[in-house]
């Protein structure tokens, strides 16, 4: 776990020079907008809310894990699929509220951690599991990708096809791979912001990008916040929580996952000090107050991590001087309608990858802990999972509740690995170092 402390800018606890706070600030900002901003531009969210509940939510995390861990949050993916089913269900309000009890339900698994160790844990979320339901949540969004980068508008019943777009699209997909590949620095670290900039300038162009929005949103507005009692009146679902909670089987291993990192970057043991159970409730509260304005659920940036690793400045005044920054950007009405004009396809052309890489992600997962597929109960498991994930397999239960998609899948999954046979032998093991 520990990492020799070499060429350390700036510690965890050191405050940098004005100049350093800004500039290194201003890094970790690129770095997580263009993939923040990229989850309610595709859920039908506000990306200027996105943006205030990122600072928020990463303001909140630094406080609850005492500023010793330098962690950055920005909207999740894993929510992606989970909120457009609860927005059909009963509107974006149903899906704030399936996002709060996420939230809630990272406090419980934080408060038993904390009275009984994380090893539970690992029988729950083992790597056979973890990483097929990760595959499901980036090929079950495939079709949504290819619709955004190949018509016109990929949201209307009758769907057109535009070779322009899909030219687009393609730039776009380029540009970040060429970027994340081909180039050294900081450059590498924010491939999505370019390739957005890129696959924009090349919709402007063309002429498809609509520039009424711009030219009348004023310079300081009013985000469209989705606030409880306020703007709307909660109702409970149990469909939506059914859709919601089993996400957090992903996304809990996605935050082990970057703590291990960050505590090898750092050269600190942050499982120990200030300890999981506070960085996952600091994840939790991030989603709670995201749901509580009408934000995206948040989770660890791995590209935040990347520009830790990069600059040697672990500084958690720079994290929070990034999130301070956020959040003001969600009060610009210029740059939440700059964020709307982006044409569908280069968000297709964006998508196209990112999804690809959730799914990736998943066969990395099985692969780095050496899940064994000779084993009868490990093949059976991932092969469950993908194809009712997948293949979109749903349940009807008592009370007009459904279980869905990557839910039904993720809870099969845990089931089966509970109940077969030879869960100890080579299971893959999520906490080994």
């Given at each position: 776990m520990k990492e020799t402390k070499r060429d350390v800018l700036l510690d965890v606890e050191d405050v940098p020079k004005a100049g350093q706070w800004i500039t290194l600030s201003l890094q970790h900002l690129f770095a997580m907008f263009g993939a923040t901003v990229l989850v309610p531009v595709l859920v039908g969210l506000s990306p200027a809310v996105a943006l205030i509940s990122s600072g928020l939510g990463t303001l909140a995390y630094l406080l609850i894990t005492r500023g010793q861990i330098p962690a950055y949050l920005g909207s999740s993916f894993a929510f992606i699929t989970p909120i457009l089913a609860a927005k059909a269900l009963g509107g974006p309000e149903a899906a704030m509220i399936g996002c709060f009890a996420a939230g809630l339900l990272y406090g419980v698994v934080a408060l038993i951690i904390q009275k009984v160790g994380i090893r539970w844990l690992m029988n729950l979320l083992p790597p056979v599991v973890v990483g097929p339901v990760i595959m499901v949540i980036g090929l079950s969004l495939a079709g949504t990708a290819v619709k955004m980068a190949m018509y016109e508008d990929s949201s209307a019943e009758v769907l057109v096809y535009s070779t322009t777009h899909i030219m687009i699209a393609l730039i776009t997909l380029i540009t970040i791979i060429c970027c994340n590949v081909f180039f050294k620095g900081f450059l590498s670290i924010i491939p999505i912001l370019v390739g957005i900039i890129v696959g924009y300038a090349c919709s402007v162009y063309a002429g498809i990008v609509d520039f009424t929005g711009i030219k009348e949103a004023e310079w300081i507005a009013a985000p469209d916040l989705l606030i409880p009692f306020v703007t709307y009146t909660p109702v409970f679902s149990w469909s939506v929580i059914a859709i919601m909670i089993p996400v957090v089987i992903v996304t809990l291993s996605e935050h082990i996952g970057h703590q291990m990192v960050l505590s090898?970057?750092?050269?600190?043991?942050?499982?120990?000090?200030?300890?999981?159970?506070?960085?996952?409730?600091?994840?939790?509260?991030?989603?709670?107050?995201?749901?509580?304005?009408?934000?995206?659920?948040?989770?660890?940036?791995?590209?935040?991590?990347?520009?830790?690793?990069?600059?040697?400045?672990?500084?958690?005044?720079?994290?929070?001087?990034?999130?301070?920054?956020?959040?003001?950007?969600?009060?610009?009405?210029?740059?939440?309608?700059?964020?709307?004009?982006?044409?569908?396809?280069?968000?297709?052309?964006?998508?196209?990858?990112?999804?690809?890489?959730?799914?990736?992600?998943?066969?990395?997962?099985?692969?780095?802990?050496?899940?064994?597929?000779?084993?009868?109960?490990?093949?059976?498991?991932?092969?469950?999972?993908?194809?009712?994930?997948?293949?979109?397999?749903?349940?009807?239960?008592?009370?007009?509740?459904?279980?869905?998609?990557?839910?039904?899948?993720?809870?099969?999954?845990?089931?089966?690995?509970?109940?077969?046979?030879?869960?100890?032998?080579?299971?893959?093991?999520?906490?080994?170092?």
């Amino acid at each position: 776990m520990k990492e020799t402390k070499r060429d350390v800018l700036l510690d965890v606890e050191d405050v940098p020079k004005a100049g350093q706070w800004i500039t290194l600030s201003l890094q970790h900002l690129f770095a997580m907008f263009g993939a923040t901003v990229l989850v309610p531009v595709l859920v039908g969210l506000s990306p200027a809310v996105a943006l205030i509940s990122s600072g928020l939510g990463t303001l909140a995390y630094l406080l609850i894990t005492r500023g010793q861990i330098p962690a950055y949050l920005g909207s999740s993916f894993a929510f992606i699929t989970p909120i457009l089913a609860a927005k059909a269900l009963g509107g974006p309000e149903a899906a704030m509220i399936g996002c709060f009890a996420a939230g809630l339900l990272y406090g419980v698994v934080a408060l038993i951690i904390q009275k009984v160790g994380i090893r539970w844990l690992m029988n729950l979320l083992p790597p056979v599991v973890v990483g097929p339901v990760i595959m499901v949540i980036g090929l079950s969004l495939a079709g949504t990708a290819v619709k955004m980068a190949m018509y016109e508008d990929s949201s209307a019943e009758v769907l057109v096809y535009s070779t322009t777009h899909i030219m687009i699209a393609l730039i776009t997909l380029i540009t970040i791979i060429c970027c994340n590949v081909f180039f050294k620095g900081f450059l590498s670290i924010i491939p999505i912001l370019v390739g957005i900039i890129v696959g924009y300038a090349c919709s402007v162009y063309a002429g498809i990008v609509d520039f009424t929005g711009i030219k009348e949103a004023e310079w300081i507005a009013a985000p469209d916040l989705l606030i409880p009692f306020v703007t709307y009146t909660p109702v409970f679902s149990w469909s939506v929580i059914a859709i919601m909670i089993p996400v957090v089987i992903v996304t809990l291993s996605e935050h082990i996952g970057h703590q291990m990192v960050l505590s090898k970057v750092v050269g600190r043991n942050f499982l120990e000090k200030p300890g999981l159970h506070r960085s996952i409730l600091g994840d939790g509260a991030g989603i709670m107050i995201g749901s509580f304005i009408g934000g995206p659920p948040l989770t660890s940036y791995g590209e935040n991590i990347g520009v830790l690793t990069m600059t040697r400045a672990f500084s958690v005044y720079i994290i929070g001087g990034a999130a301070v920054t956020a959040l003001l950007f969600g009060f610009v009405g210029k740059v939440s309608a700059v964020i709307s004009s982006i044409p569908g396809a280069v968000m297709g052309g964006v998508s196209i990858l990112l999804f690809g890489i959730i799914a990736s992600s998943g066969l990395r997962m099985l692969i780095d802990h050496k899940v064994d597929f000779d084993q009868k109960r490990n093949l059976m498991i991932a092969s469950v999972v993908l194809v009712l994930g997948i293949g979109g397999a749903f349940i009807n239960l008592p009370g007009n509740v459904q279980l869905s998609g990557m839910a039904l899948s993720a809870i099969v999954g845990v089931v089966l690995n509970l109940v077969l046979p030879g869960r100890e032998k080579n299971n893959g093991d999520m906490f080994e170092q």
